[in-house]
């Protein structure tokens, strides 16, 4: 069965540096979203992504964060200058289409740690 | 703003019993309703999605019924197996994009 596959599965970084995150979502699929959990509480939207832009994004993806689908398989997701309370779990998902019979399936996730 | 609540926090039980875990949603002004299994440290699976028309959805020992005017969900797991313990979450899609998730029902099934 297609699944969706992200690179690092854990990755460690300085604060205040650029960490890329990357997502190879099912390869027909349309929609693509990130989403992020911080140990011990609840997974958040951060953001989707439609025709190669953003559709609709969460309070928490602020300037610092930016999304990019670089060539027809990879979706990205980048921290410029990451923060400790960006230590996370970051799952990408897609979706064939937004409609309601439609699944969104997700990664095994990233898990970010900043020191 | 949708708040998705999930009932209990925790379960343990025997192998073999019948389980029902609580999904309740404030906005029912939903488009889908999906559960997902989530293993430690690990990433989230679909068990099943629910559209706004349906009341219930069915795949193996897993039953999801849906009242969305009330703003709930169950999910029924027959016959429970050890493999079975993981955290289970509840999913409400909106009118919008983004799926808001419940903070789960933590499972363990005793062998």
């Known amino acids: 069965e297609p699944e969706v596959t992200q690179t690092p599965s854990h990755q460690v970084t300085q604060m205040g540096q650029e960490v890329i995150l990357r997502c190879v979502p099912i390869?027909?699929?349309?929609?693509f979203y990130w989403y992020r959990q911080i140990l011990g509480q609840k997974v958040e939207f951060l953001v989707s992504?439609?025709?190669?832009?953003?559709?609709?994004k969460s309070e928490i993806f602020d300037d610092q964060f930016s999304v990019e689908r670089p060539d027809g398989s990879n979706f990205t997701l980048k921290i410029r200058s990451t923060k400790l309370e960006d230590s996370a779990m970051y799952f990408c998902?897609?979706?064939?289409?937004?409609?309601?019979?439609?699944?969104?399936?997700f990664g095994d996730g990233t898990r970010l740690s900043i020191l | 703003k949708q708040e998705v609540t999930q009932i209990p926090a925790a379960l343990s039980v025997p192998e073999g019993e019948n389980l029902v875990l609580n999904c309740s949603f404030t906005?029912?002004?939903?488009?889908?309703l999906q559960w997902f299994r989530q293993d430690p440290g690990k990433g989230l699976t679909s068990l099943l999605l629910?559209?706004?028309?349906?009341r219930e959805q069915t795949s193996g020992r897993l039953n999801a019924s849906l009242d969305k005017s009330s703003g709930r969900s169950t999910l029924y797991i027959a016959a429970s197996q050890p493999g079975d313990s993981a955290t289970y979450l509840c999913?409400?899609?909106?009118?919008?994009?983004?799926?808001?998730f419940g903070s789960g029902t933590r499972l363990q099934v005793q062998p």
């Open positions: 999913a409400p899609k909106g009118g919008r994009r983004a799926l808001t």
């Open positions: 998902a897609s979706s064939l289409r937004t409609g309601e019979d439609q699944p969104q399936h």
């Open positions: 906005d029912s002004a939903i488009y889908n």
């Open positions: 629910i559209q706004s028309s349906q």
């Open positions: 992504f439609y025709n190669n832009e953003i559709s609709e």
């Open positions: 390869s027909n699929h349309l929609y």
